[in-house]
């Protein structure tokens, strides 16, 4: 299915004309970043080495101590899982507002 586009452009005069259709072209199967390694192409790195493929990319931060973020999807999670334990009090108790301003109302009424 084709759909045609239509440009309009204004007038000196403020009317607004119809000058050009457009027949936008279709998406081939080479085109799109999602088949194979095309957003690649071109690619380089800061200092200038080439990572235009996977494999190059995959050297580079290898052999640079670099990671990506998807390496820590584990540790996320096991860190939220951690967090959400600790608020509960239940891993060495979560210090709240009211703790702080007990604390703080203690420390300003010992002066």
């Known amino acids: 299915m084709t759909r045609t586009v239509y ?10 004309e119809r000058h050009e259709k457009l027949e936008p072209q279709r998406l081939n199967a080479d085109a799109g970043a999602l088949w ?6 071109g ?16 050297e580079y931060m290898r052999r640079h101590g670099l990671t990506t973020a ?23 108790g979560a210090v709240t507002r009211n703790d702080i301003a007990e604390a703080m109302a203690r420390l300003q009424g010992s002066k």
């Not at 690619?43 to 995959?58: E, M, N, P, Q």
């Open 70 to 92: 998807d390496d820590f999807k584990d540790v996320w999670a096991k860190a939220q899982k951690d967090r959400d334990l600790y608020r509960q009090g239940l891993a060495g």
């Open 7 to 16: 440009v309009y452009t204004k007038a000196p005069d403020g009317t607004v």
């Open 43 to 58: 690619l380089k790195a800061t200092d200038g080495s080439d990572i235009g493929t996977r494999s190059k990319h995959r």
């Open 36 to 41: 194979g390694d095309r957003s690649y192409d």
